[in-house]
């Protein structure tokens, strides 16, 4: 089938002529765009990008389905992810093909739902210093929670995959890495075809603004000290000693490229969507006390004042439904997005070679057809036998359609979040160590306004500090 004999005008959306309006609303609010679009045209749109060039916007399970994972080879990550790739290099989560599958096989196993259990104490031991540290400050005490928590995953990423303290480079890393989703948005939908040429205009732009230079420095230093000294500090091997001391295929070790672009791929995709998950948490938990009073009780109940261990876990029902019905409500990776290289049929819509896909977890997980109560807050939809899929929900609630897709926080298919174990295990220890201490409160009605950036963010979020 070639391009020319897919026919998509049936598929319904904005007129060529309204492609410049839509751009710049994706430019200058992609979140909002999305949702104009879904309640003008409904949950499978053709947006005109450029001449004869669509963004398809599909927010039904099955779509994600079939591109994510059933027709899975049709379709690469899509060209938004290119300044991306310009700003933190061609590692794992931005790469193809040969390079990707040679390295997701190399990290996998460090990230094994067994094997991140030894994850355990570098991330209490992380929460634990944030919290002693807050209990210096007055009770009542209004504060940014959005820094801290990001200076805490931070931290965790440090001492867990690379046995280092980052908490005196925090500032610097929380900066660059802002600036740098400032500028890949801004990027994303220029409308050039990303070469060597404009990666370097990206990168200087970048640096220009803080970002690069505050990565590489960190990603150098992190490098050195592990020549200088070849073994973890913790004596275990960690995600640097794997990459360092790697001999895939064909024997030779990774470049100093390769290493680099992976670190800082994990530093990024390591720590900014768990600190905004647990921002999201709790400003979600600060609008709904009764959910807050059920994780403390179960707290108080299974801890008895003891700090939480990766063995804890299973017994944390509510804390891990409470952080699963957050990241429905509030995906850290909002929207995905693939560009498709053949003709295709995602679940009923012709598509040409060429399109973007975008398969919104945001949009998918408010879908009233698979949610019940779609805006709600209802941690209580996670709980039947722990499964955090929409098939709990269904079954509880009358009316809506069984589909494992309708819940896709962590992507779908073999470019699934490697680090998603990983996530869960460090979002339920560090909100389970927070509940047992402390009580946040937002300082302003509402909810904040989400934005949109590679991850979605609060922005700064201000919350007033209660000890318990
Ligand atoms: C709540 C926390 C997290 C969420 C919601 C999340 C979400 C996601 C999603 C949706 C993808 C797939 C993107 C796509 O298909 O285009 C992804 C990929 C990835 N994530 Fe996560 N992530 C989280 C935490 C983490 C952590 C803690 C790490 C590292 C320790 C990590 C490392 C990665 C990497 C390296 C990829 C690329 C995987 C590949 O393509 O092979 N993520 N993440």
């Given amino acids: 089938m070639s391009a020319t004999l897919v026919r998509t005008h049936a598929i319904p959306g904005p007129r060529p002529a309204q492609a410049a309006r839509r751009l710049a609303s994706l430019l200058r609010d992609p979140l909002a765009a999305y949702l104009g679009l879904a309640a003008a045209y409904g949950d499978a749109i053709r947006v005109p990008i450029a001449p004869r060039q669509y963004l ?35 590692g794992l989560l931005t790469s193809e093909g040969d390079d990707w599958r040679r390295h997701r096989r190399l990290v996998q196993p460090v990230f094994s739902r067994r094997d991140v259990r030894s994850f355990g104490p570098p991330i209490t031991e992380a929460a634990q210093r944030m919290l002693t540290a807050w209990t210096r400050r007055p009770a009542g005490d209004q504060f940014d929670v959005s820094a801290q928590l990001s200076a805490l995953a931070l931290d965790v990423v440090g001492r867990a995959l690379f046995s280092a303290d980052l908490t005196g480079e925090a500032p610097q890393i929380t900066r660059a ?14 409308p050039v075809s990303w070469g060597p040429r404009q990666t370097r205009t990206l990168k200087a732009v970048a640096r ?8 590489e420095e960190v990603v150098g230093h992190l490098i050195a000290r592990r020549r200088a000294e070849p073994v973890p500090p913790a004596g275990r091997r960690d995600l640097l000693d794997v990459l360092m001391t790697a001999r895939p295929d064909d024997g030779s070790p990774l470049t100093d490229t390769e290493i680099s672009d992976e670190l800082a791929t994990f530093l990024l995709a390591g720590h900014e969507t768990s600190a905004v998950t647990l921002c999201w948490a709790l400003a979600l938990l600060s609008a709904y006390p009764s959910a807050r009073d059920h ?51 995602v679940a009923g819509v012709p598509v040409p070679a060429g399109s973007t896909i975008a398969v919104p977890p945001y949009l998918i997980h408010r879908h009233p057809r698979f949610w019940s109560d779609p805006a709600g807050f209802d941690p209580a939809r996670f709980l039947t036998g ?40 460090e979002t339920v220890l560090v909100l389970a160590s927070i509940a047992q201490r402390f009580r946040l409160e937002l300082t302003a009605a509402g909810l ?21």
């Fill in 295 to 345: 994780l403390e009780a179960e707290v108080d109940t299974v801890l008895g004042g003891s700090a939480p261990t990766a063995a804890d876990v299973d017994r944390l029902p509510w804390t891990t439904a409470v952080i699963a019905e957050t990241m429905r409500l509030y995906p850290p990776a909002w929207t995905i997005e693939r560009d498709a290289l053949a003709d295709d049929n």
């Fill in 177 to 190: 890495m802002s600036a740098g989703q400032k500028i890949a948005m801004l990027a994303t939908f220029v």
């Fill in 448 to 468: 904040p306004k989400p934005i949109a950036a590679v991850t979605l963010r609060p922005g700064r979020l201000p919350m007033r500090l209660i000890p318990r």
């Fill in 208 to 215: 220009r603004a803080g970002h690069t230079d505050g990565i």
């Fill in 386 to 425: 722990n499964q955090q899929s929409a098939e709990a929900d269904e079954r509880r609630r009358p009316g809506t359609e069984l589909s494992r897709y309708a819940y896709i926080p962590f992507g779908g298919g073999r470019r699934a979040c490697v680090g998603q174990s990983f996530a869960e295990l």
């Fill in 56 to 90: 398809f916007l599909l927010s039904r399970p099955e779509h994600a389905e079939h591109v994510l994972a059933v027709n899975q080879d049709n379709y690469v990550k899509a060209f938004t992810y290119r300044p991306l790739r310009a700003l933190i290099g061609n």
